[in-house]
């Protein structure tokens, strides 16, 4: 059994204001929902582009063009997407995230 994934909705959305988006995600969802990893090394195998920035991991999708913030926990098989963002909107966030402001 792979991961759950919460929400679909909010890649939805994100797509709907970036058409071009919709395969990446789509793609990056049903890749993820497959997948039986056990922790973020077992992730990164999958995902070479992930990184984790605690408690976030972060996927770099689309060829470095957006990225999709999540919390997993890997021992109940969720993925909880937080934050789905352009390049420049990530950039922008992990300013505020150095800062202790995210």
Same mark, same amino acid.
Request: glycine share 4%; aromatic share 14%; hydrophobic share 35%.
């Given at each position: 059994?792979? +991961? ?22 789509? !793609? ?10 056990? !922790? ?44 789905? +963002?352009?390049?420049?909107?990530? !950039? ?11």
């Amino acid at each position: 059994m792979g +991961m759950h994934i919460i929400s679909l909705k909010m890649l939805r959305e994100f797509w709907e204001k970036h058409p071009e988006a919709e395969q990446v995600l789509k !793609d990056w969802h049903s890749v993820l929902e497959k997948s039986t990893a056990k !922790d973020f090394n077992e992730l990164k195998n999958t995902f070479n582009s992930a990184d984790y920035v605690p408690p976030y991991t972060v996927f770099d999708v689309g060829g470095n063009n957006y990225r999709v913030i999540v919390v997993v926990q890997y021992k109940f098989k969720k993925v909880y997407v937080r934050e789905v +963002m352009t390049h420049r909107e990530y !950039d922008n966030w992990n300013k505020l995230y150095r800062k202790g402001k995210v």
